[in-house]
């Protein structure tokens, strides 16, 4: 490519919140490059010439793993929109819940009476669409794992 290697535009596709998969095609590929390029998250680097199933097999495992990334990428903005219909006090409540505070020592914390905390538990359990506990820590865990992702 004139101007830019494909290294240069990998670079600029692969910014904060934009997902391509990329397979690298060369007449000129080197170790180095190729190892650079695969770091940064290359689904393959071909060099010429190759087997046309080896570009096939590439296409199907780069759009294997687009698909994958924004099944996540949904996932993550459908719990993400779940927190935001939270009220203040119930985000408040939610983060406090999550480090495993019982009602009691929430209710301290937040200078409420228990039973305000437990209203205001049972609706952001309901709007975050969790039974128990332990689901909400696994979606909580999962949103910040995602974010840090990007």
């Known amino acids: 490519m004139p101007g830019q290697s494909g290294l240069d535009l990998q670079q600029s596709l692969t910014r904060p919140g934009y997902s391509l998969p990329i397979v690298f095609i060369t007449g000129h590929g080197d170790i180095p490059a190729s190892v650079r390029a695969m770091k940064k998250g290359a689904v393959d680097f071909l060099t010429k010439p190759f087997d046309d199933q080896a570009l096939l097999d590439a296409i199907a495992v780069a759009l294997s793993r687009d698909q994958a990334a924004r099944a996540r990428q949904a996932e993550s903005a459908e719990i993400r929109g779940r927190v935001e219909k939270l009220t203040p006090r119930e985000r408040d409540v939610m ?22 905390v437990k209203v205001h538990r049972g609706r952001m359990m309901t709007k975050m ?15 910040g794992t995602r974010n840090s992702e990007r």
């Open 95 to 116: 983060n406090l819940v999550i480090t495993g505070m019982l009602n009691k020592q929430i209710a301290a914390e937040l200078c409420i009476e228990p039973g305000t």
């Open 129 to 143: 669409g969790v039974q128990s506990v332990a689901e909400l820590v696994s979606l909580n865990s999962e949103l």
